[in-house]
């Protein structure tokens, strides 16, 4: 007896599943620059390595002697791949079936999804297109009656931000869920023109009087400067590789270590110019990523969250092939300030290095905490207590190298202050209390006033005050343990990298990381 008829029956169902919404709706999709889900898994992942689950879920039709006549399968497809020889956990919304709402979804395979990725310890990547399974109008119709608002499973989602990586890619116009999802991520891009992210979209805020197009409204150039997404490219393939990339810094799950690559970049090699790089003129800038391009292995640096939060860069390199989690201040950006923005953008970033035990590297060049009006109104100091509580909830290996500037208390949160961190100078260092220029006038204002001549006054304290605020006079007392040539930064990274890896503990961290 042979249970070939069965089979039939269920490849004739997979079938039905692989024509995703009908051949018009595959066609809209490729005519607006996208690709349907499966092709966009098919350019994902290691070739012939996907294996999917719940393939023929869905929505069925039968005749009136109970037999199929039409599957409509669910809109969102997920299983187990490989990525750079790596599993992982892909799952992605069709927007061919209802643009991805909850008309068409089975709330089940959202969850199992998140299940699987947290059961097995493996990064998890979301494809998100649509509302992500989130709600419709027609829902009401479509069930009789309207629900009270809950998110199933989203208690699976706070779970895996703090146990696996999670990267989301918003290959389209996301709403909803669908954006909530997207935000739920260490690591979100989206596409040029064709992605968009809202919490409703342009008819539903057109009530409010606000008549915006997709992209004025949601469009990459509002969302990365609002934070709410970390990169954006040009194309679908560009944002694979950015997962891809992204994905190899980090261990599957907080149970393991970061893997380390490649080291075909001499850890001794010297960088002579950046002998010359910071200026003497302190009313000068000068610029920082080269510096990072220079210290860390050659083409190793992944930045991320460009351009939110703009005086610190923050991203991924490597060290003589370990990775590190890279921070660094931006004199172009506020002369180094930090803002609000930043103070929230380096509590993500930390966290994230705590949650998956990657070491951190600091370059500092912090003149202190953004100040005036705007600062004020955008509560830049409790913000800024956040982000040094946080830095001193680390336990990873730290790392600073003052390159310039280090004043007032966002100068001081330049490592956790609670417990031994390496530490490295610049000859070019400068800190204090808060920087000469414009405490001096205040601290001697009677003294200049009274003075014949006022400026040569000014110009004779600030001579004194520099010769005493020397690096040199700070190596003397032992508040900085080491003034190093910065030609040699390279090399004691490195060291730093090689001596902290032993270190490194798996396991959850003390907190559960947020969004």
Same mark, same amino acid.
């Given at each position: 007896?042979?249970?070939?008829?069965?089979?039939?029956?269920?490849?004739?169902?997979?079938?039905?599943?692989?024509?995703?919404?009908?051949?018009?709706?595959?066609?809209?999709?490729?005519?607006?620059?996208?690709?349907?889900?499966?092709?966009?898994?098919?350019?994902?992942?290691?070739?012939?390595?996907?294996?999917?689950?719940?393939?023929?879920?869905?929505?069925?039709?039968?005749?009136?002697?109970?037999?199929?006549?039409?599957?409509?399968?669910?809109?969102?497809?997920?299983?187990?791949?490989?990525?750079?020889?790596?599993?992982?956990?892909?799952?992605?919304?069709?927007?061919?079936?209802?643009?991805?709402?909850?008309?068409?979804?089975?709330?089940?395979?959202?969850?199992?999804?998140?299940?699987?990725?947290?059961?097995?310890?493996?990064?998890?990547?979301?494809?998100?297109?649509?509302?992500?399974?989130?709600?419709?109008?027609?829902?009401?119709?479509?069930?009789?009656?309207?629900?009270?608002?809950?998110?199933?499973?989203?208690?699976?989602?706070?779970?895996?931000?703090?146990?696996?990586?999670? *990267?989301?890619? %918003?290959?389209?116009?996301?709403? =909803?869920?669908?954006? /909530?999802?997207? !935000?739920?991520?260490? &690591? $979100?891009?989206?596409?040029?023109?064709?992605?968009?992210?809202?919490?409703?979209?342009?008819?539903?805020?057109?009530?409010?009087?606000?008549?915006?197009?997709?992209?004025?409204?949601?469009?990459?150039?509002?969302?990365?400067?609002?934070?709410?997404?970390?990169?954006?490219?040009?194309?679908?393939?560009?944002?694979?590789?950015?997962?891809?990339?992204?994905?190899?810094?980090?261990?599957?799950?907080?149970?393991?270590?970061?893997?380390?690559?490649?080291?075909?970049?001499?850890?001794?090699?010297?960088?002579?110019?950046?002998?010359?790089?910071?200026?003497?003129?302190?009313?000068?800038?000068?610029?920082?990523?080269?510096?990072?391009?220079?210290?860390?292995?050659?083409?190793?640096?992944?930045?991320?969250?460009?351009?939110?939060?703009?005086? *610190?860069?923050? %991203?991924?390199?490597?060290?003589? =092939?370990?990775?590190? /989690?890279?921070? !660094?201040?931006?004199? &172009? $950006?506020?002369?180094?300030?930090?803002?609000?923005?930043?103070?929230?953008?380096?509590?993500?970033?930390?966290?994230?290095?705590?949650?998956?035990?990657?070491?951190?590297?600091?370059?500092?060049?912090?003149?202190?905490?953004?100040?005036?009006?705007?600062?004020?109104?955008?509560?830049?100091?409790?913000?800024?207590?956040?982000?040094?509580?946080?830095?001193?909830?680390?336990?990873?290996?730290?790392?600073?190298?003052?390159?310039?500037?280090?004043?007032?208390?966002?100068?001081?949160?330049?490592?956790?202050?609670?417990?031994?961190?390496?530490?490295?100078?610049?000859?070019?260092?400068?800190?204090?209390?808060?920087?000469?220029?414009?405490?001096?006038?205040?601290?001697?204002?009677?003294?200049?006033?009274?003075?014949?001549?006022?400026?040569?006054?000014?110009?004779?304290?600030?001579?004194?005050?520099?010769?005493?605020?020397?690096?040199?006079?700070?190596?003397?007392?032992?508040?900085?343990?080491?003034?190093?040539?910065?030609?040699?930064?390279?090399?004691?990274?490195?060291?730093?990298?090689?001596?902290?890896?032993?270190?490194?503990?798996?396991?959850?961290?003390?907190?559960?990381?947020?969004?």
């Amino acid at each position: 007896m042979s249970w070939q008829n069965e089979l039939d029956e269920l490849r004739r169902r997979e079938d039905f599943a692989e024509e995703l919404g009908g051949p018009e709706r595959v066609q809209r999709q490729r005519d607006g620059g996208r690709y349907t889900i499966r092709e966009r898994v098919a350019l994902m992942v290691d070739p012939d390595s996907f294996h999917e689950s719940g393939k023929i879920g869905g929505m069925a039709e039968y005749d009136e002697n109970n037999n199929l006549t039409k599957l409509t399968p669910s809109n969102f497809v997920f299983g187990k791949a490989k990525v750079g020889g790596r599993p992982v956990i892909i799952g992605g919304d069709d927007f061919t079936v209802r643009g991805g709402s909850a008309d068409a979804t089975i709330k089940g395979k959202h969850n199992m999804c998140e299940e699987m990725a947290n059961a097995l310890r493996l990064p998890l990547i979301r494809m998100v297109e649509g509302s992500g399974g989130g709600g419709s109008v027609k829902t009401i119709e479509t069930t009789g009656r309207a629900n009270v608002p809950g998110v199933s499973g989203w208690e699976l989602v706070v779970q895996n931000m703090g146990t696996i990586p999670r *990267v989301a890619l %918003g290959l389209g116009s996301v709403a =909803g869920l669908g954006a /909530a999802h997207l !935000a739920a991520s260490h &690591y $979100s891009v989206m596409i040029k023109d064709k992605s968009a992210l809202f919490v409703a979209g342009p008819p539903v805020v057109a009530r409010t009087g606000q008549n915006l197009t997709k992209n004025e409204l949601g469009g990459y150039q509002i969302q990365l400067k609002a934070g709410a997404v970390d990169h954006a490219v040009n194309t679908e393939e560009e944002a694979f590789e950015c997962a891809r990339k992204f994905l190899s810094y980090l261990p599957n799950s907080v149970y393991d270590l970061p893997p380390r690559g490649a080291r075909d970049d001499d850890p001794n090699r010297q960088v002579d110019w950046l002998i010359d790089v910071v200026p003497r003129d302190i009313r000068k800038v000068y610029k920082m990523r080269p510096i990072v391009e220079a210290v860390v292995d050659e083409g190793s640096f992944f930045e991320m969250g460009r351009q939110y939060g703009k005086s *610190v860069i923050t %991203g991924f390199a490597r060290l003589d =092939g370990w990775p590190v /989690a890279v921070m !660094a201040s931006d004199p &172009y $950006s506020y002369g180094g300030c930090w803002t609000a923005a930043t103070c929230k953008k380096v509590i993500k970033f930390i966290d994230m290095a705590e949650t998956f035990h990657l070491p951190v590297v600091y370059l500092v060049d912090c003149p202190g905490f953004q100040i005036g009006l705007e600062a004020e109104q955008n509560g830049t100091i409790k913000e800024g207590v956040r982000a040094m509580s946080a830095m001193w909830q680390t336990t990873v290996p730290w790392c600073s190298v003052i390159i310039r500037n280090a004043f007032g208390v966002a100068g001081a949160a330049h490592k956790n202050g609670g417990r031994y961190c390496t530490r490295y100078a610049w000859p070019s260092g400068r800190w204090g209390s808060l920087p000469l220029e414009g405490g001096i006038e205040a601290a001697y204002r009677a003294d200049i006033a009274a003075a014949d001549d006022p400026d040569a006054k000014l110009q004779e304290i600030s001579d004194r005050l520099n010769k005493l605020r020397s690096p040199f006079r700070s190596a003397e007392a032992f508040w900085i343990e080491e003034i190093v040539d910065p030609r040699d930064t390279r090399r004691l990274l490195c060291d730093f990298a090689e001596t902290a890896a032993p270190l490194r503990e798996t396991g959850p961290s003390g907190f559960m990381m947020r969004p």
